[in-house]
């Protein structure tokens, strides 16, 4: 035989084997490791989103857990599924969950009221899973559990939030791209699930290391003043969307393992009528070229208040040249090229803001893509949410660029939205073969629903979602956009509603309009927040008044005493405030900051002994203070006990190398000592960390000038006066050491 023939026969023999093996290990109910789990992340812990209810009747119910709600809805359905059953879990983020309404007007909740109707001979469960922040990586995770549940469908709307966590790539990244794709076809094999199972089991090599995330949603937006903390990482932007393309197959893998229908949803986003969340100009474009790009910006919108569309079009076109990676730049060119009709180049433009926006709250067009590209290849069935909206658009604007029209926000459509996504939803179960018989599905009959949904929502309900939406645009830090909302909310609730009153108080305070935010305050009588924005604004009798104001309405409130006494304390009011403190400590004897500003108190009146007394008190609860120690050891400093005063400081400055003044503070109590070598070492330490500390300076000067070294003494009282020019300790320190040079040498 040939040796080709030899080869051939030996690599189809080995092929054969494989083949084999994988079948073997399928009916085993070997499922590949690709299909379980996520080589990007892991998580801290796994919470349950549903746990087991045991009813009078002995069923058992499966729940929302109670550390669920307000993430998700409250679901709950029979743990074991009765005959003749549908049980359909709509999975995803917020849109899938309903926001800014709740579960009955999302898509999910419109199929739940559809499908009855639609064909009455079956039984239908509609589980909405959808949790707010949720991002695929998370949903697929939830896949895993709710496989468990005997689902038959598996509705997915996912893609949103895939930018909110924080997280690493870099072990995924370190690997080349061939070796990346090479390991995600072995990880999609039974076999390499099987060996990597028995080699994890025997100990002898560790677990691969991942991203470990939170056990449940930790947004970057929750942490910071707002988009400003997002910056342009490219290659992290990459990874992101290899990650979710992943666990897209990951959840078809996991529906088609459990036996359920997959049908995929491409998410929709607002294109027009929202700008970006935040733009950055690309990394290496010079002075010039941003002063040429500001001029034609510039240009760009004095164009647009003067109604010259032609000329800011060209303005903004010319600025894109410059940079072409400004999301702003793109959706305001979207704008006015829509304003001149030209749809197809202005729903470009708006695309790609989208895609350039630095803090992307709506999904990425490769990214939708990429839902497209899947269920093409593995004959997942579609419903193109995006395409749904665009056609809707068209017949309401004449134009495909969703807005306002389809959608409450950046990315939740309106109710009407949600219903035609879930028409659209109800034609795929139909087309699957889901649905017996449609023939009660008539038009007379969808009014009937819809008129059942709506006609459960009233005033407060939309208020309520007004009042969201609100806080939603806030947390994104669109200011002004949150704060129209809320108005419309207050409106809406038709009351002095005192949770949209303080959300407008917080709104305009975060806006810098602080006599606007300190009106609101007042109709909420938020009294201590009126008094700490009056200081604010330099009003410190009036803060006095609404301190009191507030003390009156709440005598209990330490927070408030506390803030009060500190601003009577800046007002030189030391009496007062030492009132007002040691009433705090009578009403709780725990509170350590009133004990801490108590001593400051003492400190400023020149009591010594009693800051003394209170600065032990705190220190014995924290120890580690380091403001405590130094203060410590100035008072015990002014009373004589300078040894001690040393101690203190260099606690201080053990526990912050770099405090200055308690390097100056320990320089005076060694020179109290006598350690002048050791003093004139710290004041060096205290200058080295903050040249221009002018005590420093001076206290160097004093001891060089009582050893005589007067050249020495006057640069350094001269560098005191220069630091502070009022410093008249070290003028008069000046002066005396000119004088006793110039008599000690005769003709300067």
Request: aromatic share 6%; with cysteine.
């Amino acid at each position: 035989m040939p040796v080709w023939k030899k080869v051939l026969f030996g690599l189809l023999l080995a092929a054969a084997a494989l083949v084999l093996t994988e079948g073997v290990l399928s009916l085993a109910g070997v499922v590949p490791r690709a299909a379980l789990e996520d080589p990007f992340v892991g998580f801290a812990a796994t919470r349950p989103l549903f746990v087991e209810r045991k009813q009078a009747d002995g069923t058992v119910m499966m729940e929302t857990a109670t550390n669920k709600i307000g993430l998700f809805n409250r679901q709950s359905f029979p743990k074991t599924k009765a005959p003749n059953t549908v049980r359909i879990f709509c999975m995803g983020g917020s849109t899938t969950y309903g926001n800014p309404y709740r579960d009955s007007t999302s898509f999910c909740g419109w199929l739940r009221e559809m499908l009855p109707v639609a064909d009455p001979s079956r039984r239908w469960e509609l589980i909405n899973a959808g949790g707010i922040s949720y991002a695929s990586y998370r949903v697929t995770a939830l896949m895993e559990e709710l496989s468990g549940y005997e689902p038959d469908v598996f509705l997915i709307l996912s893609g949103q939030n895939e930018f909110l966590e924080e997280r690493s790539y870099g072990a995924v990244r370190e690997l080349p791209a061939p070796v990346r794709e090479v390991a995600a076809h072995i990880t999609r094999t039974r076999i390499y699930s099987a060996m990597e199972r028995a080699v994890r089991s025997s100990g002898i090599v560790p677990v691969s290391q991942r991203y470990t995330l939170d056990a449940e949603v930790n947004e970057r937006l929750g942490h910071t003043v707002g988009p400003q903390d997002y910056r342009r990482d490219d290659g992290q932007a990459v990874q992101i969307m290899r990650h979710y393309e992943f666990n897209l197959a990951r959840m078809a893998a996991i529906g088609r393992a459990a036996g359920a229908r997959v049908v995929m949803v491409v998410p929709p986003v607002n294109m027009k009528d929202v700008s970006p969340f935040k733009s950055e100009h690309r990394s290496d474009l010079t002075p010039r070229e941003l002063a040429d790009w500001s001029a034609f910006d510039s240009r760009a919108r004095d164009a647009l208040r003067a109604g010259a569309q032609e000329p800011a079009a060209e303005a903004l076109q010319a600025a894109l040249a410059i940079d072409a990676r400004y999301a702003e730049t793109h959706f305001m060119l979207g704008q006015v090229l829509l304003g001149m009709g030209k749809y197809d180049q202005a729903k470009q433009a708006f695309q790609r803001a989208i895609d350039e926006d630095v803090c992307p709250l709506r999904i990425l067009s490769p990214m939708q893509a990429a839902v497209r590209s899947l269920s093409a290849a593995q004959d997942i069935p579609l419903v193109d949410a995006m395409r749904i909206m665009e056609d809707q658009t068209r017949h309401l604007a004449g134009h495909r660029i969703p807005g306002n029209e389809m959608f409450l926000d950046h990315v939740h459509p309106t109710i009407e939205g949600n219903r035609l996504l879930a028409l659209a939803l109800l034609d795929e179960l139909r087309r699957g073969g889901l649905l017996r018989d449609a023939s009660s599905w008539t038009q007379e009959a969808q009014s009937q629903v819809t008129q059942t949904v709506l006609g459960r929502l009233n005033n407060t309900d939309h208020a309520d979602a007004i009042q969201h939406l609100g806080r939603l645009f806030g947390w994104a830090g669109k200011l002004d956009e949150a704060h129209a909302l809320l108005l419309r909310a207050l409106d809406m609730y038709g009351t002095e509603h005192k949770d949209t009153l303080l959300l407008l108080a917080m709104s305009s305070e975060r806006r810098g309009k602080l006599d606007e935010s300190i009106a609101y305050f007042k109709r909420i009588d938020a009294h201590s927040d009126v008094a700490r924005l009056y200081q604010r604004l330099g009003r410190m009798d009036d803060a006095l008044r609404a301190y009191a104001q507030a003390v009156a309405a709440k005598p209990e409130d330490t927070n408030t005493r506390t803030q009060h006494a500190l601003l009577l304390t800046q007002l030189e009011r030391l009496d007062e405030a030492e009132r007002e403190l040691t009433e705090v400590l009578r009403l709780d004897p725990q509170s350590l900051q009133a004990r801490g500003e108590l001593a400051n108190v003492h400190m400023r009146q020149q009591r010594f002994n009693d800051a003394i007394r209170e600065y032990q008190a705190l220190l014995q609860h924290y120890p580690d203070r380091q403001e405590a120690h130094f203060n410590l050891g100035v008072a015990l400093a002014s009373i004589g006990r300078p040894a001690e005063s040393v101690d203190h400081m260099r606690r201080a400055i053990a526990l912050q190398p770099d405090f200055a003044d308690a390097r100056l503070g320990l320089g005076i109590a060694l020179e109290q000592v006598g350690q002048i070598e050791r003093a004139i070492e710290e004041y060096r330490e205290a200058l080295r960390r903050e040249p221009r500390f002018a005590e420093a300076h001076n206290n160097l000067g004093e001891i060089f000038a009582r050893s005589g070294q007067l050249d020495a003494a006057i640069e350094h009282f001269q560098q005191a006066l220069a630091a502070r020019p009022a410093f008249e300790e070290a003028r008069v320190n000046l002066a005396r050491a000119t004088a006793k040079r110039q008599g000690t040498r005769p003709g300067r």
